[in-house]
C-alpha cells in the first residue's frame, strides 16, 4: 500500500462514489507532478464501473454545479472547494480522420486501467493512483521512466495518429528536464517532415508553445529539440530563453511577451511580423512584443533621464530590464548588465520603473487660462509634458509658470 499524497477534501466525494460501486482513479498529470514533488489544485479522476456520466452528475450534484461541455468525449467537470476537477469514464480513442480532433471516443464501463491508459501518449502520462485501493498503477513502466529522465510513448505504432503529440514530447522534455527516447525521437522527426504538424489550427500549437516557454526551468531544450524535429522555430536565440526563466514575474501574460520577444530581440520588425504570425494572431501580443524589442535597441544610446522618460512612454521600463538583462547576461557582457542595473535604479528614483512619468498639465489647465477646446490643445499638452521630461517644471506649481509662458509666446 502507497499512500498518495492528494488533498483530503476529496475523500467525501470518493466515499460518495464508493457507495454506488464506482471505483475513482486519479490519473495523468496529477499523478506525475506528484512523483516529481510538484504542487498541482487540477486533478483528473477516471471511473470505473458506472455507465453513463449521467449517473456520475446525479451523485455529484450535491458537490457543486457540473459542467457537462466535454460530454460527449466522456468528460465533466466540477469545481469543488479551491480543485479543478475533471471526471471521466475509461475510453478508446478510433482515428478517423486528419487533425487532433479526428478520433471517434468510445466509452466503457468495465474496461481496465491498463487498456484505458493504452490511450495517452506518453507512459509518464498513463500512470494512475487507486483512491479505494490505495496504490500506484503503472501497466507501462512510467514511474521508472520518470525516475530515469526518459521521454517514452506508451504505443509507438498509434503515437503518430495526433501530430500534437511531437510538440507536447517537446514541451514535456523541456519543462520536466527530460530525454527522449531514440524511437520516439524519429517518429516525430518523421511526423514533421510528412507536414502532419500543419493539420493543425495555429492555436493549438501555441498552446504548446506557451506551455514549453512558461512551465519550463530551460526552454531551451523543447526549443532545440523541435529544430532538431525539423519544426520551424525560426530562432537562434534560445538559450536566453533559459536565463530569462530564472527571472519570469507572477503575470502570465508578461511572462509570454518577455519569452516571445527574447527569442526575436535581433529580428527586423517584418521579420518579428512573420515570426509571431506563425503562432499568434494577438495584435495586443504583437503590439508589446515589438514595443519592447524596438525599445531594447534603445537601450545602448540611453544616457540621461529624458531618454528614459520617453522609453517609458513607449514600454514597461522593468519589463525592458528584465529582457535586456536576459540578453547581456546570456551574452557575457558585463558592461551592459552593469547598465542595466543603473537604470532600474535610476527608474525607480524616478518613479517610471513600472509607468510613464505622470503628466502634470492637463486639458482643464489650458481651459482654466481662458483658451476654448481646439486642435491646439493636443499640441499645447504635447509639449508640456516634453519640456516635463527635459526638466524645465518638476511641480504643479511652476508647470502653471511654464504654461502661461508658453501661451504667451504663441
Known amino acids: 500500500m502507497e499512500i498518495m499524497d492528494y488533498p ?12 454506488s460501486d464506482i471505483k475513482p482513479v486519479i490519473v495523468g498529470g496529477y499523478v506525475r507532478d506528484w512523483l516529481l514533488h510538484k504542487k498541482s489544485k487540477d486533478i483528473d479522476i477516471e471511473l470505473y464501473g458506472v ?19 466535454g460530454k460527449s468525449f466522456g468528460v465533466c467537470k466540477l469545481k469543488f472547494k479551491e480543485y479543478e476537477l475533471d471526471f471521466s469514464l475509461p475510453r478508446k480513442d478510433n482515428k478517423t480522420k486528419s487533425g487532433h480532433r479526428g478520433f471517434d471516443v468510445e466509452v466503457y464501463s468495465h474496461i481496465d486501467f491498463k487498456t484505458a491508459a ?3 501518449d506518453f507512459t509518464i502520462n498513463a500512470i494512475g493512483y487507486d483512491v479505494i485501493e490505495k496504490k500506484i498503477v503503472d501497466p507501462f513502466g512510467g514511474r521508472e521512466d520518470l525516475k530515469n529522465g526518459v521521454l517514452r510513448a506508451v504505443n509507438l505504432g498509434s503515437f503518430g495518429e495526433d501530430p500534437l503529440r511531437v510538440l507536447r514530447a517537446a514541451q514535456f522534455c523541456a519543462r520536466f528536464n527530460l530525454h527522449i527516447e531514440h524511437n520516439l ?3 516525430c522527426k518523421d511526423m514533421v517532415s510528412k507536414n502532419l504538424l500543419a493539420e493543425l489550427p495555429k492555436e493549438r500549437i501555441f498552446e504548446e508553445i506557451k506551455k514549453l516557454l512558461l512551465k519550463s526551468q530551460k526552454p531551451s531544450i523543447g ?10 522555430t525560426l530562432t537562434k536565440n534560445m538559450f536566453i530563453s533559459d536565463t530569462l526563466a530564472k527571472k519570469l514575474t507572477t503575470n502570465e501574460q508578461t511572462n509570454l511577451v518577455l519569452m516571445l520577444a527574447t527569442l526575436c530581440y535581433n529580428f527586423k520588425q517584418n521579420d518579428i511580423e512573420l515570426f509571431l504570425s506563425k503562432l499568434t494572431n494577438e495584435k495586443e501580443l504583437f503590439h508589446r512584443v515589438v514595443s519592447l524589442v524596438e525599445t531594447h535597441k534603445k537601450l545602448d544610446d540611453l544616457n540621461d533621464d529624458y531618454t528614459l522618460y520617453k522609453l517609458a512612454t513607449l514600454t514597461n521600463i522593468r519589463e525592458l530590464l528584465i529582457l535586456s538583462s536576459s540578453i547581456y547576461n546570456t551574452d557575457d557582457n558585463s558592461k551592459m548588465v552593469k547598465k542595466c542595473e543603473d537604470i532600474y535604479k535610476k527608474a525607480e528614483e524616478l518613479g517610471i ?9 492637463m486639458g482643464r489647465d489650458i481651459l482654466k487660462l481662458g ?20 526638466g524645465e517644471f518638476e511641480n504643479y506649481y511652476k508647470a502653471l509658470i511654464w504654461l502661461n509662458n508658453y501661451l504667451k509666446s504663441i
Not at 526549443?223 to 520551424?232: I, P, S, V
Not at 483658451?371 to 527635459?390: N, R
Open 8 to 19: 483530503v477534501e476529496l475523500n467525501i466525494l470518493f466515499d460518495t462514489l464508493k457507495k
Open 51 to 69: 455507465l453513463s456520466l449521467d449517473k456520475v452528475e446525479e451523485i455529484l450534484k450535491e458537490f457543486g454545479d457540473i459542467n457537462s461541455v
Open 118 to 120: 493504452s490511450r495517452r
Open 185 to 187: 525521437y524519429f517518429i
Open 223 to 232: 526549443l532545440k529539440l523541435l529544430e532538431e524535429f525539423g519544426f520551424d
Open 353 to 361: 520603473i513600472d509607468k510613464k512619468l505622470p503628466p502634470l498639465l
Open 371 to 390: 483658451l476654448h477646446p481646439s486642435p491646439k490643445f493636443s499640441q499645447i499638452l504635447d509639449d508640456a509634458y516634453e519640456a516635463q521630461m527635459h
